[in-house]
């Protein structure tokens, strides 16, 4: 299991600059969210509605961020690793729900074990939550990257770092 930390730009602000209303504490971010110059240039993961639906149905509000205009294009990748959308976790979640990241966390985890079932290769996954941290309001980006199976180990890092308790920006490997 393979672990990097590193500091994400604050989801609310760039949100509010690129038109999107996140009205969630659970969201899945668009692809591009960092660096693209307006709505236009995002676009979601081919897996993003999926993924919500799937979330939703274990009983957690999940938003897929996209323009009050219209629905964002679709990505869809040919690769042998299996990429998550970015989950977006917002302080208050982990303050108010304390249940929802360990839900959220084995629902993935089982959800990519099962889509990698059939496809006979390593059941490796590779996943970015962005943890938005309780005092500084800045937020943190964990990638992951190893088998679909140990993503729910993730919870006590998320945690740690929503509580400002990951060291710098330097990059970890649990």
């Not at 962005?130 to 500084?136: K, M």
Request: charged share 25%; net charge negative.
């Amino acid at each position: 299991m393979d672990t990097r930390v590193t500091d994400f730009v604050n989801v609310r602000a760039r949100a509010a600059e690129l038109r999107l209303e996140l009205k969630s504490e659970l969201a899945i971010l668009p692809r591009h969210f960092e660096d693209a110059n307006d709505s236009a240039g995002l676009a979601h993961e081919a897996e993003a509605s999926t993924l919500r639906k799937v979330l939703d149905d274990a009983g957690l509000a999940v938003q897929q961020l996209e323009p009050p205009t219209g629905r964002l294009a679709i990505v869809v990748e040919h690769t042998a690793e299996w990429v998550l959308p970015v989950l977006f976790v917002g302080s208050m979640l982990l303050t108010q729900n304390s249940y929802a990241i360990q839900v959220a966390l084995s629902v993935l985890g089982s959800y990519a074990a099962d889509f990698l079932k059939g496809v006979g290769a390593t059941q490796e996954v590779k996943l970015t939550v962005v943890v938005e941290r309780t005092r500084a309001g800045s937020c943190r980006r964990l990638d992951y990257q190893g088998p679909a199976s140990r993503v729910k180990e993730l919870e006590g890092l998320i945690r740690s770092i929503q509580d400002d308790r990951s060291a710098g920006s330097d990059p970890r490997s649990v």
